[in-house]
């Protein structure tokens, strides 16, 4: 069951009242719809939603863009204590934009999830390619740049291209960075590809994006520093990460500007 006392949260008031419902969640953030399964109590369930609303305020503060930005422009559905796979507590669903988490969910998996999500929802606006081709229910921009799919030029999409750069290459942008080369080696050991596929390396390295943000919150992510995969190199770390979170700040500063200054056009 989930406790607000298994999290830690330490940022800015995010709500009026202390109860808020699945409903407020959807108001707020313009969720496509939101989904409890039968299994999850009532007490669960209010309990969740404000740890759930809360994690998203955080993340709309660190990302510094709009609630329309954490809902992808109102076309990411979520669910909560519904389906499931197994060993998986959290996942995303490309084929019908929604990302799930189990009621039992342990802590930090919403980052992770969201962006999953985002670059899912990036790959046909930011590469030509994919406009049209059949499974683009499945592409990911992440992976489109990786195999040199056709960019559309935008200056927005210039900084997500640098900030797969940043994951994805070293220094001199020839070679695979540490953080790719590691988690190469972990694959290798665990004869699977996993931890080396571009979306699973970018989501890992946003997840370390935002922890280092000033708002703190393990509910919205934990584990990119004190666990065994941090320890053995699987979430980027000194200098690296800094570069890393660098590109980030500036590609989520310009896409949060572009994003309220066109609501600000529509009304």
Request: overall charge neutral; cysteine-free.
């Given at each position: 069951m989930v406790s607000k006392r298994q999290f830690y949260r330490r940022g800015p008031v995010q709500r009026d009242s202390d109860s808020v419902s699945f409903v407020d969640v959807r108001r707020k953030f313009g969720f496509?719809?939101?989904?409890?399964?039968?299994?999850?109590?009532a007490a669960e369930r209010d309990t969740a939603a404000g740890l759930f609303y809360d994690a998203l305020a955080d993340l709309?503060?660190?990302l510094r863009g709009p609630e329309i930005l954490i809902s992808l422009r109102e076309t990411l559905?979520?669910?909560?204590?519904?389906?499931?796979?197994?060993?998986?507590?959290a996942f995303y669903e490309p084929a019908t934009r929604t990302f799930s988490l189990a009621k039992n969910a342990g802590p930090g998996s919403i980052a992770h999830e969201w962006f999953h999500a985002l670059d899912h929802y990036l790959a046909d606006k930011a590469f030509s390619d994919v406009v049209g081709n059949?499974?683009?229910?499945?592409?990911y921009a992440s992976d489109a740049w990786l195999r040199d799919a056709t960019p559309v030029p935008h200056p927005i999409n210039d900084l997500l291209f640098a900030c797969f750069r940043a994951i994805m290459l070293?220094?001199?942008?020839?070679?695979?960075?540490?953080l790719f080369r590691i988690s190469c080696a972990a694959d290798?050991?665990?004869?699977c590809v996993y931890y080396s596929d571009p979306a699973e390396i970018c989501a890992r390295a946003f997840e370390a994006f935002v922890q280092d943000a000033s708002i703190s919150n393990n509910f919205l992510v934990a584990g990119t520093k004190a666990s065994e995969e941090a320890r053995v190199g699987l979430y980027p770390s000194g200098a690296h990460r800094q570069a890393i979170n660098s590109a980030f700040e500036r590609y989520f500063y310009r896409l949060g500007s572009a994003l309220r200054a066109d609501q600000l056009r529509t009304g």
């Open positions: 496509r719809a939101i989904s409890i399964g039968r299994w999850v109590t709309m503060s660190i559905a979520f669910q909560y204590g519904i389906g499931g796979r197994p060993g998986t507590m059949s499974d683009t229910r499945h592409i070293d220094e001199s942008g020839e070679n695979p960075s540490e290798k050991a665990n004869g």
